[in-house]
């Protein structure tokens, strides 16, 4: 990979003060390590048989049959030229001069925090050569741990910079990273110290949509430093205040305490005001994952009842989650399932299908959560029940409780407990149906040191599936960053078994902000909602979710200051909220084209999925950066430009083109062209 910034890197290391590279005074002395301190297949036509003929000898010559040969296949090539170039400012290190190499870096342990070990090395990068971060932040144990644990937090590499870097009010204060890591599990995060002397903190999204896991690829990373919520010192508010001073690469504990690698980075640029212009190709290339045709068949929502089953699976939704209550099935040991039949036999009609909870408990087996072999046991023989009355029905899965991790569902949680209650409910499900899928317990939260604990036990072994409900009120695509070291932590405990997101929405209450978006019946909430419950859906395409769950259908009430009323793709009484909406309109993208899966070539913070049919294309964008807009520039042959609401969007047109600029607030566009 060719560095995008090495054509100026030497001009600005050995001047910093050039035009075009940043200005800047005299300096000051960095944050070190007494000073640090820190807030914590295509589808292919089918032939057809020839047929017909007589089976006798012809009295007369017969002219033979030419048949013509088939049409060639024409494969599209792909153009590897760049879609988008960073505009940088001023090239702070490239680790291969003097002035900016490796050794005037400075390794700082984080000893607010004892116990992170590390050290900082010199290696090759993207080209020329990089500098290695190496972390150990487990206390020596070469294992996944909970991250709130005594050991260390972070350790950093610290760069004071030869000279100041001027950053005018004006500007829009970047820094640019090529950065990767090939254990793909650390939690890089970024340090600058500003004119007042201030230190901001942030987060490097090292994974994303397009690299959610361990790879050896260099990812370019830019993260915008004009305001942070981790700061202090100097002006103490958080505002980015030029020029820049130093800055620091660390490597830090997330959800999971990972075991020991490195973060190697290359190339640490200013960008003043990035150029975030992207053009949108029809041939760009392709991630290297295999996808399947299509989401329909793993995209669901959660019902009550039977009602709306048409407007659902007409919006691409042909999965629903269901409670399957084991207090009303069993009575004194006699199961009777009539109360859920219906909703069984409606499905069937339509090919849809239903994830059934088994939940919650039962006042003949402990009243609660099953906690005695016993009450396991008949737990266990609920599911072997259902599976025995639903096999030769479309059943998607059978999910082991709801939430053990919460105490409103389990009543002091037991990780160990859960598990041995999931291990006998396994056995039980799949003596009655060997084919059935046994998920766990969707974990609210995405709470690692449950599932850590669970782990331990060694008793999931025959599920097929981890359920996880991870609900927050951040950007739905910062979920990407924690799915890889799940991943791995299953995989360490020798398990092969899929992660589905059985429970996830957004409440146009509470999870957004009300001084912005009013109260949950706002329509400027509504669509707000509409907007992260669509990119929740395309960040589980991405991610090649096997299930992902929309909580919830309906609204479950009609106040509109209850978080709990506001989660639905349709309100209390059955209309359309923006989110069925925005359903309706990437169903309506992707209906008779196939899923090929996302482009890797694109600027931080926006993604672009592709659909294929016959002789056009689909795209889907979307920009997760709320700070910057991304101009995207499109193809002559563009057919349609459709917002996520359905409206149809008008390009600005020039004298070079046709183009769309883009922000997150205005949520997905969906764009087809001509191949």
Known sequence: MVSKYRLIALACIASIVLAGCGGGGGSTPPATSGGNAVPEAVPTTPTTPVSGGSTSTPTTPTTPVVVA?????????????PSWAPAVSAMISTFDTDADKTSNWLFYPGSEFPGANGSLYEVAGVSGKGAALQYDLGCGTPTFRPSNDS??????ANFRLPANLAVASTDQPTIAVDIRNLQGVAAPSLRVVDGSGQTLQFPMQIRTLEHSGAAAGWRSVQ???????TYWGGDNNGVFRGPLKSVSIMASSTLIATPPGTIEVDNVALLKTPDNTFELKSNAPLSSIAFPSTYVGRLGAGVRTTAQLDKLKAAGITVVRKDLRWDGVESKGVFNFARYDELVTELDKRSMSVLWILDYGHPDHGGS?????????AYAELGRQAALRYKSHNVAGYEVWN?????????????VLFANLVNKTVRAIHLADPKAKVVSGGL???DTAFLMSMLNTGKLTGLNAIGIHPYRKTAPETYASEIGPIQQLIASKGLSVELWDTEWGYSSFEDIDASVYGNGHDPRARRRQGNLVLRKVLTQLALNAPITIIFDLFDSGTNPKEREHNFGLLTNDGSDKPGMIAMRTLYSAQKGRVFKGFLPDVPPGLHVLRWDGTTDRAFALWTDTNDRKVTVELP?????LTRWDGTVVQPTVTSTGRSVVMSEADGPLFVTITK
Do not use: F, H
Request: net charge negative; aromatic share 4%; with cysteine.
């Open 69 to 81: 040969p088939p049409p060639a296949v024409v494969t599209d090539a792909v153009d590897t030229s």
């Open 151 to 156: 050991c260390g937090r972070y350790v950093a």
């Open 223 to 229: 993260i915008p430093v004009g305001k942070s919520t």
């Open 369 to 377: 959560a099953p906690r005695s072999d016993a009450d396991q046991s």
């Open 403 to 415: 939430e053990p991790n919460m105490d409103l569902r389990w009543p002091s949680p037991d990780p």
């Open 444 to 446: 609210a939260n995405m």
């Open 636 to 640: 002559s042959t563009i057919k349609t």
